[in-house]
């Protein structure tokens, strides 16, 4: 047995099953073993940034990780944007990235390049192989560090040489992730006494969100009169109809900030404190009202769950009945222009129950939101890190994790041309997502952020700049080449028919919605 095929008996028995790739050269015998060891799912993706928003949407459905396969420092580098986003998600996921043979290195060859330099930022734990014997038991250490609490981007270096050469040792056991840590006692009771005070409370619950969080926050909730919501990007909540009722903190800071103006105590469920996105001239960057008091209940890597019920318990909510969302579909427009709330009510009308709604609809997608809540039972994925290219790949990926449910993927016209080879990834794999692709020809969010931060008039070169039409993109023929089927919706009658279609039948479909941009 050589190195790669330790390293992929580890993974398989460590649970990873399912390999994103890019592979080159040095990565050839891990190619190799991908053959020799039956198990692993290999799926292709024709760049990077693809494999590992591929990754991270994969995980945040299966609740492991997946490997990546990515050839040394540059194809890692075109990889990046997606694992920052993974990052900030406390996303699990092991990267495998290629080097060159450890002896072939001094040669300094065109694509020799410092990996671990170029993987340090957006991972959480690296290491560079330096022995076959050596690589069972670092292939096992990286699957422990991703599954680590709350999840975390592992990087695992591997020389060619390493992967080739034979290695007695065999594959290694993954070593049991440390269990999450629980919160201390005075931080419950501290929390418990602010949502008691009678002053007006919210719980902000961020991250991986779950049924079970929102149950038993929707009980602390009801009991203690305060509200509750999640943060504005949380890596997953889930949404529609008998979820227990939970606000959103909106991502424009003038609205946050008026969402929030009331809230006097503040207690955080592996949320962040609320800040805006950007800094804009004359608006605070911290978005709680000055006289609210902060508390962190559980940070990510806590076991919130725990946290929960004991704050329950100290407040004598375990009973108390949490406020749920109604089943509630809005009838289907009648035949009229296109608009983002138009399809959003089309939307919420006909997904199917379990449905997996993938955001990067951008000002495409606020609407959809807000309009799906009383929609049939189903979740949101929403990008964490904010660099755009994440909806195409994580759709890919969610809908791997996922067989048997519908995958709705809101994308944004300039965000999808970042990762477009993901299609073909949905083509080649028949994956069960549909793209909703909001063609407003403009970086549409960008002209507004503009105005927002000062910058003063709009000539020719800033207009150019945010505009992408001229020449206009035609999308229905991009994804066709790359296999998927595709229609273009001008008015809300098409867009529900193709859309009624796309829940109708399994497989990779691409609407392109002529909507305008949202008015903001
Ligand atoms: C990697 C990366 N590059 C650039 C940006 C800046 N950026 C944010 S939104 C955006 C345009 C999004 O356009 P589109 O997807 O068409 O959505 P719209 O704004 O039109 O709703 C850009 C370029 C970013 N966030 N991430």
Redesign the pocket.
């Known amino acids: 047995m050589n190195g790669a095929e330790a390293l992929l008996r580890t993974l398989l028995d460590a649970g990873v099953e399912v390999c994103f790739t890019n592979p080159g050269t040095s990565e050839m015998h891990f190619v190799a073993a991908l053959d020799r060891v039956p198990g692993m799912r290999c799926v292709l993706g024709l760049f990077e940034g693809v494999v590992t928003g591929a990754a991270d949407g994969y995980a945040r459905i299966a609740r492991k990780p997946a490997a990546t396969l990515l050839h040394l420092g540059p194809g890692l580098g075109n990889g990046l ?1 997606n694992l920052h986003n993974a990052r900030r998600g406390d996303v699990a996921m092991v990267n495998i990235v290629g080097d060159h043979a450890t002896y072939h290195l001094q040669y300094d060859t065109p694509l020799t390049s410092d990996v671990t330099a170029v993987a340090k930022p957006m991972s959480h734990w690296v290491h560079s192989s330096q022995s076959s014997e050596q690589l069972p038991q670092d292939a096992a250490r990286a699957v422990g560090a991703a599954r680590q609490a709350p999840g975390q981007v592992a990087t695992l270096i591997l020389p060619a040489d390493v992967s080739w050469e034979e290695c007695t040792a065999g594959p290694a056991a993954m070593p049991e992730p440390a269990a999450p840590r629980h919160v201390r006692e005075e931080v419950v009771e501290q929390c418990a006494a602010a949502l008691s005070c009678g002053e007006p409370a919210l719980i902000l619950l961020g991250g991986h969100v779950t049924d079970q969080d929102l149950e038993l926050a929707g009980r602390i909730a009801a009991a203690c009169g305060a509200r509750l919501a999640a943060e504005t990007f949380p890596a997953r909540l889930p949404w529609g109809a008998g979820r227990v009722t939970c606000e959103k903190i909106p991502y424009i800071p003038e609205f946050a900030l008026e969402h929030l103006k009331a809230v006097r105590r503040l207690v955080l469920v592996g949320a962040r404190a609320p800040a805006s996105f950007f800094a804009y001239p004359n608006l605070p960057g911290r978005l709680a009202h000055e006289e609210c008091e902060l508390l962190t209940l559980a940070e990510a890597y806590h076991d919130r769950i725990d946290a929960l019920e004991r704050l329950a318990e100290a407040l004598h909510a375990q009973e108390a009945e949490p406020v749920r969302n109604p089943l509630a579909l809005p009838a289907l427009p009648d035949a009229g222009a296109l608009s983002t709330g138009a399809v959003g009510d089309i939307i919420a009308a006909l997904l199917p129950e379990q449905a997996i709604v993938v955001d ?5 997608g606020f609407d959809v939101f807000a309009r799906t809540r009383t929609a049939r039972t189903h979740e949101w994925l929403i990008q964490t890190g ?4 994440w909806g195409l790949p994580a759709a890919t990926g969610a809908a791997i994790a996922a067989p048997g449910r519908k995958v709705v993927c809101l ?6 041309m ?1 990762t477009i080879q993901a299609l073909w990834t949905m083509a080649r794999e028949q994956l069960d997502v549909t793209v909703v692709l ?1 063609a ?1 020809r ?5 002209q507004f952020e503009y105005q927002r931060v000062g910058a003063s008039g709009m000539g020719a070169n800033a207009r150019s700049m945010m505009h ?1 039409g001229n020449p206009d993109i035609d999308f229905v023929a991009l994804a066709q080449s790359l296999g998927v089927t595709a229609t273009r919706a001008h008015d809300t009658a098409e867009f529900a028919a193709q859309f009624a279609a796309a829940m109708a039948a399994p497989g990779p479909r691409l609407i392109e919605t002529m909507t305008p ?2 008015g903001l």
């Open positions: 944007a990067e609809g951008i000002t495409g904010g660099s755009i290219g994308e944004g016209d300039g965000s999808a970042y909001f407003n403009d970086y549409a969010i960008l992408i941009a949202l």
